[in-house]
């Protein structure tokens, strides 16, 4: 029992580890935390739901996330994000020795440039997390969001 | 001290399966977490502080608690909630071997069908929580909201 | 390994104890959390980025902390704060063997008395806990608050 609860507590340090990178707008450590032949997407609840793809944001291997990060830091963004990631309700099976799949719920608190708090985008981490030599690795993140406006234009990753 | 903490973890993960049951709408496994003869209620925090009662929501036994998964599947309910919780600031006292008081922060965070995430309800969890031979499971749990506007018509749990 | 991740639970444990005694409004208590040559600042984070210093409050030492709880007690507050602390993405360094330098997101829920919940303030906590014997203290506290709207006149801690 207490192997499983100190493995959930490294899974929640891991989660904890990677919402800090986003809001700390180190973007550039980013695309370490997983691996290789990953896949990361940010897909609409309701297109999960109804089995269809089409998510904003889509990339299947690191170098895609690396080019992402190159896009953000190049693009004139109007108005740059200023997040506050909170995540809550997480659950996980072990799927094998290194691999977890885990589930979680996360909120983002936005701060508009005129000071302006708010939730930004709810919705669900449906991610596979390998341990590898060099620490805990997403394999998959998969980001379902239940908000509908979502900026789709050169989305941040959530 | 480390079985402390780890009972808290594994408190902490109760509470997190209890939230994800609610929002991923598997509503029948929600008696499930609860003892024959629990007590469930919601209460609004002022009749709390007052010592009054009148809570928006009462259940004294299970079977009450599934009645009330059967009412909420068959009424049309306008708008179907889209719920994601969040817990923070647990803590707990050990009663006795097997029961624990345990109090938390809720935060309940709704997407209207037209899209929009919001704060929908606020509060704390005041609970027992039992070890059975089936698992830890809540004896009584009070849900007591700060929130005003709460929809007392056939609230779904929280 | 499990060593660390206890450690994590247990200032986890103390964060959360720190945000209840603040919303069940035991303030009293608030000041015991504290080392004697305690700094507890709140900052704007704009200025916490510029260098700037300009703080909404400042207290160098725990004396200062016990008198603004005497005069947020006798002060005529028009509305009295209901706060829910939610805090997410704890990350630490151990400095050495009785200090830690802790980093976390905080987000404050208040319900107006007209019973509106919403996102008062986010923000992150940067903080240094030391171990005594009397147990975890705040060294010191730095409340870094994005949020631009804030009561800046006999402001509450955070």
Redesign the interface.
């Known amino acids: 029992?207490?192997q499983y609860?100190?493995l959930?507590?490294?899974l929640a340090?891991f989660l904890?580890?990677y919402?800090?990178i986003i809001?700390s707008d180190r973007l550039e450590d980013w695309p370490g935390l997983f691996t290789e032949d990953c896949l990361y997407e940010i897909i609409p609840?309701e297109n999960e739901d109804a089995g269809l793809p089409a998510p904003v944001m889509y990339c299947d291997n690191n170098r895609m996330l690396r080019d992402r990060v190159l896009s953000l830091r190049h693009a004139n963004i109007y108005e740059k994000p200023?997040y506050?990631?909170?995540?809550?309700?997480?659950?996980f099976e072990v799927v094998n020795e290194t691999t977890y799949a885990l589930?979680a719920?996360y909120?983002v608190?936005n701060?508009s440039q005129?000071?302006?708090?708010?939730?930004?985008?709810?919705?669900?981490y449906a991610d596979q997390i390998v341990r590898t030599d060099a620490g805990l690795k997403f394999k998959s993140k998969r980001v379902i969001y239940?908000?509908?406006?979502v900026q789709t234009l050169l989305a941040y990753p959530i």
Request: charged letters at 25%; hydrophobic letters at 35%.
């Open positions: 029992m207490s609860l100190l959930r507590l490294e340090a904890d580890h919402t800090n809001d609840r200023a506050r990631h909170f995540v809550s309700g997480l659950e589930s719920n909120m608190v701060t005129a000071g302006e708090s708010a939730v930004y985008q709810a919705g669900r239940d908000t509908l406006r």
